[in-house]
């Protein structure tokens, strides 16, 4: 059983940085694995995406730019460094993964989801 365990989440101003954290157990497959985020009264969106060991990092079209997914795989841990929050990147952020061949940013294709990491972005 994969587990996922996030962290790295806290409060910042805007224009501000922070780098979560998300270290994978439990396993020694490759996994796709993407953050999530979902903000209150919205729907839980996909964020970025990557397989471990390298390859196949995509990013929704709306986080491009301030956005940075990364690994370090002997560690089996993923990164997602924001830059230059703004107040509505405030949500709780999900490190997720699955198992296919394929690298899905959609929260349906999810088979394992960790506790979850908050972020508040203050103007």
């Known amino acids: 059983q994969v587990q996922l365990v996030e962290s790295g989440g806290g409060s910042v101003q805007a224009d501000g940085s922070l780098r979560l954290s998300c270290v994978a157990s439990?396993?020694?497959?490759?996994?796709?694995m993407v953050w999530f985020r979902q903000a209150p009264g919205k729907e839980r969106e996909g964020v970025a995406n990557?397989?471990?060991?390298?390859?196949?990092?995509h990013y929704a079209a709306s986080m491009k730019g301030r956005f940075t997914i990364s690994e370090d795989n002997a560690n089996k841990t993923v990164y997602l460094q924001m830059n230059s929050l703004k107040p509505d990147d405030t949500a709780m952020y999900y490190c997720?993964?699955?198992?296919?061949?394929?690298?899905?940013?959609?929260?349906?294709?999810?088979?394992?989801w960790g506790q979850g990491t908050q972020v508040t972005v203050s103007s």
């Open positions: 990557l397989f471990t060991g390298g390859g196949n990092i």
């Open positions: 997720a993964a699955h198992e296919y061949a394929y690298c899905f940013l959609e929260p349906s294709m999810v088979q394992y």
């Open positions: 439990g396993t020694t497959k490759r996994l796709c």
